[in-house]
């Protein structure tokens, strides 16, 4: 089984600062999901990045893929309060959902 | 999003009798997968289903099975509940299976105590 290491594991900012969180593995993955997860609810997909050295945009999120495609990162910039929750990492060798490895999460708590 | 319900939201139950916990979607998808979520273990699959009465077992299937008779319907049963199988237990489908463009949509969980 693959592992996904996520960092760090709490994070407490205050809002408008920045921050990054980082999925670490020493597997190749041919693609790397990030997921957001509000207390009481399901994860919810918020980008898929497939190419090593990909950088995708969402808004104030910023998700890289490593150029080995063995890890990733999100940077958030100028963090809401809204951007309160978990946060997972999910890899995927196989091109195949039932093979995702999901990483331990970064929990994430912005304060005004 | 899609559709997917969760049934029920909160479950206490003690060790040693049956469970079942159900998933329902309303998308067609063909693809259903049950998760669990521990501490300091993020989502593991227990088991899929990638059509009606095709299922396999994933990473940590020990004391579950899975049935899928209708296309919206997916069951989880624990056969004997222990406690090691307290967790927040999560459903997902995917209409595709291709990572570039899979999507899993996950329903609102069930929270299992087993005393």
């Known amino acids: 089984t693959q592992l996904l290491e996520q960092s760090p594991q709490f994070l407490s900012i205050q809002e408008g600062e920045n921050l990054t969180v980082y999925c670490n593995s020493s597997?190749?993955?041919?693609?790397l999901q990030w997921y957001r997860q509000e207390p009481g609810e399901g994860p919810v997909l918020l980008v898929t990045?497939?190419?090593?050295?990909e950088v995708k945009k969402l808004k104030r999120l910023t998700f890289q893929f490593g150029d080995a495609r063995k890890d990733s990162s999100l940077h958030i910039t100028a963090a809401q309060t809204g951007d309160t929750g978990l946060y997972l990492c999910?890899?995927?060798?196989?091109?195949?959902?039932?093979?995702?490895?999901f990483g331990t999460g970064t929990r994430l708590q912005v304060t005004l | 999003d899609a559709g997917i319900t969760q049934s029920p939201r909160h479950k206490v139950t003690e060790t040693g009798t049956p469970v079942t916990l159900r998933c329902h979607q309303t998308?067609?998808?063909?693809?259903m997968y049950w998760y669990r979520q521990d501490p300091g273990h993020g989502l593991r699959l227990i088991h899929y289903s990638y059509g009606v009465k095709d299922t396999d077992k994933g990473e940590v299937s020990d004391g579950y099975s899975v049935s899928r008779s209708k296309t919206e319907d997916f069951l989880l049963t624990l056969e004997s509940a222990t406690s090691s199988q307290t967790s927040v237990y999560f459903c997902a489908t995917a209409s595709s299976q291709g990572s570039t463009n899979e999507k899993l949509f996950f329903g609102s969980g069930t929270q299992l105590s087993v005393l």
């Open positions: 998308e067609n998808h063909r693809y």
């Open positions: 597997s190749v993955f041919s693609s």
């Open positions: 999910a890899g995927d060798d196989t091109g195949t959902a039932s093979k995702l490895t």
């Open positions: 990045v497939v190419t090593g050295g």
